[in-house]
C-alpha cells in the first residue's frame, strides 16, 4: 500500500462535519481489501471487522473536517456563513473555498482591503460575522445553486517540506484513518486470528456524537481512538506538544484506560517503534471520550499522530509517524493482551 | 495566444520587486519579429512598436512587471524562516498559506493552533516581523543548505476562472497589465507607439523614474489594476469602484494628480462608444504615475486600470468583462492621445 497516495486521495476529497459521504467511499474501498465484513451505520460511519477469536477490540479515527456552512445570501454573489467546527477564524481572509451546493461553487473569502480597514480593525482577526464568500455569480444562479445549510470547504495548497513532513487540510483526522488502513493490512499480513473492528466516524468536529453510536452494536472489549494532537511549532509551550517525526503519542488521561496505555508503551519498547507520551488532566478532546461511554463503559486507549497548525489549510504530518500509529495499533491488537480483556496487566 | 493565456503565463512566473528577469525574459519571447526591445540598467524593458503613422505627441504605455512577496531575512535556531514583505501585504492573507522559495522549496505560515492560545491570541492577527516560514527543517544548519538571507517567496495560487467572468490569481498586479501591452505589441498600431514594462513599482514606483527618463513622454498611459471595494458589507463611496462597471479612470489618488484634460478625454471618449467606464469614489492607492509625471521635463499622464479586488494576496479577482472594455477604449483613445 502506498500511504502518501492513500494520504493524498483521502485528503482531496471534502469531508466536512455532516457531509462525509465521498470521503466515507474513498476510505471503504481502501479498507475493504483487508476485512471480512464492510457496513456504513445510519449516522454515515464506516465498520469494518476482521473477523476472528474474542474478545473484540474497536479502532476508531475520524472521517470529517472542520469546515463552514453557509448562513444566508449575502446580495451581489456574496453568502455570510458560520462555522462548522473549531475553525480558525485567523486563516479565512482570503481564503479560496469551495461551497458544496447542488453543484460544487468556487468562492473566496472576502477580505477587506487595507485602505478601508478601520484603524482600531488592525491586527485583529475578522469575525465570522463580517466575513462572506465571494462567488462571482448572480444572485440568481448562486440562490438556485447554494442554499442555507450547505456546507463550504477549504481549499489546499498541497506541500511536501524537508524531512518527509507533508502538509494538507483535513490531515486532521484523514492521517489517522490512513494510519487505521495501513494496521488492517499489517493485520492481513500475519493473518490476525482477532476480531478488530475498524470504525471510521462521523461529526467528530461538532461534538462526536457518531462514536458511541457507531460502537454500540459492536460487542467489544476495548477501543482505541487514533486521532492527532499537537506538534510543537514556534511559540508553543514544550509542555503542551510532542514532535514531529518522533513517533506516535500515546494518551494518558483520567479517562483512559491506564493498563492498556502502559500495554501499548510496552508493546512499543517491545518492537523498536518509537512513540511519545501525551498528558492530558482531564478528557481527551477526541473520540476517546465518547467511546469510553459507550453501552456499560469500555477501556479506552488513545494514540495521537503528531500534527502541526491544527485546526488550518497546513495541517502538517509525517508518513513516518503514520506507519509507526499503524505498526503499534497492529502490534496492541496482535499482542491479544489481557488489558485488551478488561483486566490488569 | 489569447490574452487570459498569456495573463496565466505571466502570473504563474515569479517576479517580485527586484527580481523581475523570469517575466522580462517571457515578454521578450513573446515579441513579434522586427520589433525592437532594450533592457536598462534597472531592467526595465523598453519597446518600440512601429504604427502605420508617425504621432504627434509622444505616447508611452507603461505597466510594471514586480510582484509583492516575502524576502527572507532570519533563520532561527529551530529552522524556521523570518521574512519581511516587498509591497504591502495584510499578515491575514498569509497565515494558512503555502509559499513557493527561490530555491524551489514549498514552505508554509502558520500560528500556534487555535486550542493552544490563551486569553485573545485567537483573535489576533500578529504583524509580518512574528509570522515565520516552516519547511520542515529540522534546525538552522539544515535550513541554510537550501535558503539564503535576501532569497525571495511568492505566493502558491492556481490560475481560477469562476463565477461566469471573473479570473483569480495571483500577482494580476500588474502582469494584466504587461498582457495587455503585450496583445497591443502584437496588433496592428495606427501611430508608433513606445512600451515600457517596468520594475520595482511596488517598493516606490522607482523603475518608473528611469523609465520615464528614457522615453521622455508627452503622454504617459499607466496601464494597472486598482482596488475594488465592492464586497459585502462595504457601502457607499467606500467601494471606491466595482467590479463589472467598466475600466478605472482615475482623476488623484494618494501619489498623483492626474492631467484634468486626459482624464476628461477618455471618460468622454468611452461614453461616446458605447464603453462602460468609471472613477474612483476615493482618493486611495498609486501607482507608477507617480514617478513619471515628475521625470526629466515632466509629462501628462492617465491611468486606466481594471477594477481588482483582494489586491496584493494570492486570489487578486477581476472581471474579464472589464478587461475587454479596457481594450476596446485602448483602441479607439490611443490614436486620440497621439493625434
Known amino acids: ?345 | 495566444m489569447t490574452l487570459f493565456e498569456d495573463i496565466r503565463i505571466l502570473c504563474e512566473l515569479p517576479g517580485v520587486s527586484g527580481r523581475e528577469e523570469p517575466v522580462r525574459e517571457y515578454i521578450i519571447s513573446q515579441l513579434p519579429e522586427g520589433v525592437s526591445c532594450e533592457t536598462d540598467a534597472l531592467g526595465n524593458l523598453y519597446v518600440e512598436k512601429k504604427g502605420a503613422k508617425r504621432p504627434k505627441n509622444k505616447v508611452v504605455l507603461f505597466a510594471h512587471m514586480d510582484e509583492v512577496g516575502l524576502m527572507i531575512t532570519y533563520i532561527t535556531d529551530d529552522g524556521y524562516l523570518k521574512f519581511d514583505e516587498i509591497g504591502g501585504i495584510d499578515p491575514a492573507v498569509l497565515i494558512g498559506r503555502t509559499v513557493r522559495l527561490e530555491c524551489g522549496l514549498v514552505g508554509v505560515i502558520a500560528l500556534k493552533a487555535l486550542h493552544l492560545c490563551e486569553g485573545d491570541e485567537d483573535k489576533k492577527i500578529p504583524p509580518i516581523r512574528e509570522l515565520c516560514i516552516d519547511i520542515g527543517a529540522k534546525d538552522r544548519a539544515e535550513a541554510e543548505k537550501h535558503v539564503a538571507l535576501g532569497s525571495y517567496a511568492v505566493f502558491r495560487s492556481d490560475y481560477v476562472e469562476f463565477g461566469g467572468s471573473r479570473v483569480k490569481m495571483k500577482a494580476l498586479d500588474d502582469r494584466f497589465g504587461c498582457a495587455l501591452m503585450l496583445d497591443l505589441i502584437r496588433s496592428d498600431l495606427e501611430y508608433d507607439t513606445t512600451f515600457v514594462f517596468t520594475v520595482q513599482e511596488e517598493v516606490g514606483a522607482r523603475g518608473a523614474v528611469a523609465g520615464a527618463y528614457t522615453t521622455a513622454p508627452d503622454i504617459a498611459v499607466i496601464l494597472e489594476t486598482t482596488t475594488a471595494g465592492d464586497i459585502c458589507g462595504v457601502e457607499g463611496e467606500r467601494r471606491a469602484c466595482a467590479l463589472g462597471d467598466g475600466p478605472v479612470i482615475s482623476y488623484m489618488d494618494r501619489g498623483t494628480v492626474y492631467d484634468h484634460d486626459l482624464y476628461r478625454l477618455a471618460m468622454d471618449t468611452a461614453k461616446e462608444n458605447g464603453i462602460p467606464a468609471q472613477t474612483k469614489t476615493l482618493v486611495a492607492g498609486g501607482n507608477d504615475a507617480s514617478s513619471i509625471q515628475r521625470t526629466g521635463a515632466g509629462s501628462r499622464v492617465l491611468a486606466i486600470s481594471a477594477p481588482t479586488r483582494y489586491l496584493h494576496s494570492p486570489v487578486d479577482v477581476l472581471d474579464k468583462n472589464d478587461v475587454e472594455n479596457m481594450q476596446k477604449l485602448l483602441n479607439v483613445l490611443l490614436p486620440k492621445l497621439a493625434q
Not at chain 1, 197 to 213: D, K, P
Open chain 1, 1 to 345: 500500500m502506498d500511504l502518501t497516495n492513500l494520504l493524498k486521495d483521502l485528503t482531496s476529497v471534502p469531508g466536512v462535519s455532516g457531509l462525509e459521504d465521498k470521503v466515507a467511499r474513498v476510505a471503504m474501498d481502501a479498507l475493504a481489501p483487508y476485512v471480512d465484513e464492510l457496513y456504513k451505520t445510519p449516522m454515515g460511519a464506516v465498520v469494518g471487522t476482521i473477523k476472528g477469536k474474542g474478545p473484540a477490540i474497536v479502532l476508531d479515527a475520524h472521517l470529517d473536517q472542520i469546515g463552514l456552512v453557509v448562513t444566508a445570501y449575502g446580495g451581489n454573489g456574496f453568502l455570510r456563513f458560520d462555522k462548522c467546527g473549531g475553525m480558525d477564524p485567523r486563516i479565512l481572509s482570503g481564503m479560496e473555498v469551495t461551497v458544496h451546493g447542488t453543484e460544487d461553487v468556487y468562492g473566496i473569502v472576502s477580505s477587506i482591503p487595507p485602505h478601508l480597514a478601520k484603524k482600531e480593525e488592525e491586527g485583529k482577526a475578522k469575525p465570522f460575522k463580517d466575513l462572506a464568500i465571494d462567488t462571482g455569480l448572480s444572485d440568481e444562479e448562486l440562490e438556485k445553486t447554494v442554499k442555507p445549510g450547505d456546507r463550504v470547504s477549504l481549499k489546499a495548497y498541497p506541500a511536501e517540506l524537508l524531512n518527509g513532513q507533508v502538509a494538507s487540510v483535513a490531515m486532521d483526522d484523514r492521517a489517522g484513518i490512513v494510519a487505521l488502513i495501513r494496521a488492517a493490512e499489517l493485520l492481513k499480513e500475519a493473518d490476525c486470528d482477532r476480531t478488530v473492528h475498524f470504525q471510521f466516524t462521523v461529526r467528530e468536529e461538532v461534538g462526536g456524537q457518531a462514536a458511541a453510536a457507531t460502537a454500540y452494536n459492536i460487542n467489544a472489549h476495548a477501543a482505541i481512538a487514533v486521532d492527532v494532537s499537537f506538534a510543537r511549532t514556534p511559540g508553543v509551550d514544550s509542555r503542551d506538544a510532542a514532535l514531529i517525526g518522533k513517533g506516535p503519542m500515546i494518551g494518558y488521561a483520567p479517562i483512559l484506560d491506564k493498563p492498556l496505555f502502559e500495554r501499548m508503551k510496552s508493546i512499543a519498547e517491545e518492537n523498536e517503534i518509537p512513540y511519545q507520551i501525551e498528558i492530558m488532566h482531564r478528557g481527551t478532546g477526541t473520540h476517546a471520550d465518547e467511546l469510553t461511554n459507550s453501552k456499560a463503559g469500555l477501556p479506552v486507549g488513545l494514540i495521537s499522530i503528531p500534527l502541526k497548525y491544527m485546526h488550518t489549510t497546513v495541517e502538517t504530518v509525517t508518513m513516518e509517524d503514520i506507519e509507526n500509529t499503524a505498526r503499534l495499533l497492529a502490534a496492541t491488537v496482535l499482542a491479544g493482551t489481557t488489558a485488551l480483556e478488561g483486566g490488569a496487566v
